[in-house]
């Protein structure tokens, strides 16, 4: 018999964010921690040792915050990011960190230790919180700031917890997240500058005179040159309509791009996932601009930034089918 006081636990150590989930055996959730790792002002980013350091810090934060939440609780099993995609030779260091503490964790409560991948993890996110009507196969728009990729999702056997997933579209250079960064860095917003563009760009009330030139080849987008194309012009006009020429330009990326791909694998749903995809602005207009022929599915914003909800529903997946410790 099954107690209502087992849970899984979901951990994930990206780039940016220290996240630690709970679900419980009937997979209701019950905490997804987070915090974001500190970046210094007019900085671009953070050096794998740097956030590895951040990462350690912050679990042990976390570990407090959820102490009292895991009092008479019996982890049954933890599910953990080892990786940032289900690819051979996939590989950040600032996983380790997340693994390590995973391993530790289920030495000492004597449960399963599962893993899987950063971008499984987004995708589990997405899919616990739309119902798409045909999860057997989809594709899946991963925006986030290290990675602008489309996927074809694909089911493995019919099992929930085990797709097949190819790339079959996405940037050829810097991504979506790093393009909105490096344009928001250059506004003089505090990274990460997601937030900051979303918000200019909804409270710009000027038209857009000339959207910026896109790049875009069966499905496959160059994006630095908006980059060079926004430098030229940023002195022009103020951060809210630049913001908004920023995420205009994305979001016709986005419509080329998925045009193409929903037609090649005659493809009609797309499930959108990372924190990119949490803008409002981007979330409202693409919708007006891809009406009818695609069905746009987007994750609830406390989930589509990086969190570890998606992890813990992957091990409840794997331990509720007796999967091998991987």
Do not use: W
Request: glycine share 6%; proline share 2%; net charge positive.
């Amino acid at each position: 018999m099954k107690s209502f006081n087992d849970i899984i636990i979901g951990i994930d150590t990206s780039c940016y964010t220290t996240s630690i989930a709970a679900i419980s055996i009937n997979g209701e959730v019950l905490f997804n921690e987070r915090i974001l790792l500190d970046v210094a002002k007019n900085s671009n980013g953070l050096r794998q040792s740097e956030a590895i350091f951040k990462h350690i810090n912050n679990l042990g934060v976390i570990s407090d915050k959820i102490k009292e939440k895991l009092k008479n609780k019996t982890i049954k099993a933890i599910c953990v990011s080892k990786a940032p995609r289900p690819l051979e030779n996939s590989y950040m260091p600032v996983f380790n960190v997340g693994y390590n503490f995973s391993k530790l964790l289920s030495s000492t409560h004597n449960s399963y230790l599962y893993t899987t991948t950063h971008q499984e993890n987004h995708i589990k996110a997405g899919l616990f919180t739309n119902k798409l009507k045909n999860k057997n196969k989809f594709l899946a728009f991963h925006m986030s700031g290290g990675t602008t990729e489309i996927l074809l999702i694909e089911r493995e056997n019919n099992l929930d917890e085990k797709y097949i997933i190819k790339i079959v579209g996405g940037t050829k250079d810097i991504s979506f997240g790093q393009l909105i960064d490096r344009v928001g860095v250059k506004l003089c917003y505090d990274f990460p500058c997601g937030k900051y563009i979303d918000f200019g760009a909804i409270n710009c009330s000027k038209k857009i005179e000339k959207g910026l030139k896109t790049s875009v080849n069966q499905g496959y987008m160059n994006i630095s040159g908006l980059e060079n194309q926004i430098v030229k012009v940023i002195d022009k006009y103020d951060k809210h309509y630049i913001s908004k020429l920023t995420l205009d330009a994305i979001i016709r990326n986005i419509e080329k791009a998925l045009s193409y791909i929903c037609n090649e694998y005659n493809i009609k749903e797309v499930l959108f996932v990372g924190g990119v995809s949490s803008s409002t602005y981007i979330r409202e207009n693409l919708k007006k601009r891809i009406k009818t022929h695609i069905d746009l599915y987007f994750t609830n914003p406390e989930y589509s930034t990086d969190n570890a909800i998606g992890c813990a529903l992957i091990g409840l997946d794997k331990y509720k089918n007796k999967y091998e410790i991987t």
